[in-house]
C-alpha cells in the first residue's frame, strides 16, 4: 500500500470516528429532552387543577324560618354580654342533615345550627336558639341564618335575619352602614382542615337586598389566585386545593362586572388545609 492510499484510508477512518460519534451525541441528546418532555409532562399531570362546583343533594328546608322578636333598629344603652332568643321553626336544630353530603364535608357533630356574624366577621356556631354575647360599643351589622350540619347555609327568606345594632351613648357609625343596599355576607371555608376533610371545601355565603344572574349581579371569587364568578346563589364545592395556607377573596360585581359600593362587598380570608 502506497502512501496515499493510507492517507486516504486513515481519512476515511477518522470520518467514519467522527460521524459514529456525533449519532451517539445526538442520540444521548434526543434521550435527555426525552427525559426533560416526560419530567415536565409529569410535572403538569401531578399539579393539582382548582375547581369550583356546584354543591347538590342538600335538603331543601323551604319551610325553615328563624325568628329574632326585637326590632329591625335595636338600641342598647351600654356595651357588654347582650342575650339573644331565637325561634326556630320547621328545623331542628342539633340534628344531623340528611343525604349525603356530612360524609363529603367537614361536618359537625353537634349537627344543625345558627350562624351568627356581626360585622360580616367569622361566624359563630350556636347549637341552641337561646345565648349570650359581647357586644362592644358602636354600631353594629348583625346577620344571623339557619346552617345545615356541614355549614351549609338555609337560602330562604325566612331563613335569615338582619338587624343593625346599636350600643352605647351617642356610638360612632364608622361602617357606614346602609341596610338596604346590596351585601356580601361571607360564612364558608373557614379555620383549618385536616385529612379528608381538605379533600373538599364547602364554599358558602349570603346575598342580601339582591339576586344573582349571568346578566345581573354576580360575585367573583378568587382562590388561592384562581377566579370563577359564580352567577347563581347556590353553595360551591372548591377541590384541587394545595395543603398550606390558602386565601379566598368574594366581592360583590354589578352587571358591568364593576364591585358594588359596601362595607362588606370585598371580603378576604384565610383557611389552612393540613393532610
Same mark, same amino acid.
Given at each position: 500500500?502506497?502512501?496515499?492510499?493510507?492517507?486516504?484510508?486513515?481519512?476515511?477512518?477518522?470520518? /467514519?470516528?467522527?460521524?459514529?460519534?456525533? &449519532?451517539?451525541?445526538?442520540?444521548?441528546?434526543?434521550?435527555?429532552?426525552?427525559?426533560?418532555?416526560?419530567? #415536565?409532562?409529569?410535572? +403538569?399531570?401531578?399539579?393539582?387543577?382548582?375547581?369550583?362546583?356546584?354543591?347538590?343533594? =342538600? %335538603?331543601? !328546608?323551604?319551610?325553615?324560618?328563624?325568628?329574632? $322578636?326585637?326590632?329591625?333598629?335595636? #338600641?342598647?344603652? #351600654?356595651?357588654? *354580654?347582650? $342575650?339573644? =332568643?331565637?325561634?326556630?321553626?320547621?328545623? *331542628?336544630?342539633?340534628?344531623?342533615?340528611?343525604? @349525603?353530603? %356530612?360524609?363529603?364535608?367537614?361536618?359537625?357533630?353537634?349537627?344543625?345550627?345558627?350562624?351568627?356574624?356581626?360585622?360580616?366577621? @367569622?361566624?359563630?356556631?350556636? !347549637? *341552641?336558639?337561646?345565648?349570650?354575647?359581647?357586644?362592644?360599643?358602636?354600631?353594629?351589622?348583625?346577620?344571623?341564618? /339557619?346552617? +345545615?350540619?356541614?355549614? #351549609? =347555609?338555609?337560602?330562604?327568606?325566612?331563613?335569615?335575619?338582619?338587624?343593625?345594632?346599636?350600643?352605647?351613648?351617642?356610638?360612632?357609625?364608622?361602617?357606614?352602614?346602609?341596610?338596604?343596599?346590596?351585601?356580601?355576607?361571607?360564612?364558608?371555608?373557614?379555620?383549618? !382542615?385536616?385529612?379528608?376533610?381538605?379533600?373538599?371545601?364547602?364554599?358558602?355565603?349570603?346575598?342580601?337586598?339582591?339576586?344573582?344572574?349571568?346578566?345581573?349581579? &354576580?360575585? +367573583?371569587?378568587?382562590?388561592?389566585?384562581?377566579?370563577?364568578?359564580?352567577?347563581?346563589?347556590?353553595?360551591?364545592?372548591? &377541590?384541587?386545593? %394545595?395543603?398550606?395556607?390558602?386565601?379566598?377573596?368574594? *366581592?360583590?360585581?354589578?352587571?358591568?362586572?364593576?364591585?358594588?359600593?359596601?362595607?362588606?362587598?370585598?371580603? /378576604? +380570608? &384565610?383557611?389552612? /388545609?393540613?393532610?
Amino acid at each position: 500500500m502506497n502512501t496515499n492510499t493510507k492517507h486516504i484510508v486513515i481519512a476515511l477512518v477518522a470520518l /467514519l470516528f467522527i460521524f459514529t460519534a456525533c &449519532k451517539q451525541d445526538k442520540k444521548a441528546a434526543n434521550k435527555e429532552e426525552t427525559i426533560a418532555d416526560d419530567t #415536565e409532562i409529569e410535572t +403538569r399531570t401531578t399539579t393539582p387543577k382548582i375547581t369550583l362546583q356546584k354543591l347538590e343533594s =342538600s %335538603p331543601a !328546608y323551604v319551610d325553615a324560618s328563624l325568628i329574632l $322578636d326585637l326590632p329591625k333598629h335595636i #338600641e342598647v344603652a #351600654e356595651a357588654g *354580654e347582650m $342575650d339573644f =332568643s331565637f325561634k326556630v321553626e320547621n328545623y *331542628e336544630l342539633g340534628a344531623q342533615t340528611g343525604g @349525603p353530603n %356530612p360524609q363529603k364535608l367537614a361536618n359537625s357533630g353537634k349537627g344543625q345550627h345558627i350562624h351568627f356574624i356581626l360585622d360580616n366577621q @367569622p361566624y359563630s356556631a350556636h !347549637y *341552641e336558639p337561646i345565648f349570650k354575647k359581647e357586644i362592644p360599643k358602636g354600631v353594629h351589622h348583625l346577620v344571623a341564618f /339557619l346552617s +345545615r350540619s356541614y355549614h #351549609e =347555609s338555609v337560602k330562604n327568606s325566612n331563613s335569615v335575619v338582619v338587624r343593625k345594632l346599636t350600643v352605647g351613648d351617642d356610638p360612632k357609625d364608622v361602617l357606614g352602614l346602609e341596610m338596604e343596599a346590596p351585601t356580601l355576607i361571607y360564612s364558608r371555608p373557614k379555620g383549618t !382542615y385536616e385529612g379528608k376533610n381538605a379533600e373538599q371545601i364547602l364554599l358558602d355565603f349570603f346575598v342580601l337586598n339582591t339576586t344573582l344572574s349571568e346578566n345581573g349581579h &354576580k360575585v +367573583r371569587a378568587t382562590i388561592h389566585g384562581e377566579k370563577f364568578m359564580i352567577t347563581e346563589w347556590v353553595p360551591h364545592v372548591i &377541590k384541587g386545593l %394545595p395543603m398550606g395556607e390558602i386565601t379566598i377573596q368574594l *366581592e360583590l360585581l354589578d352587571e358591568t362586572g364593576t364591585l358594588i359600593p359596601g362595607t362588606f362587598n370585598t371580603v /378576604l +380570608r &384565610k383557611i389552612t /388545609l393540613k393532610p
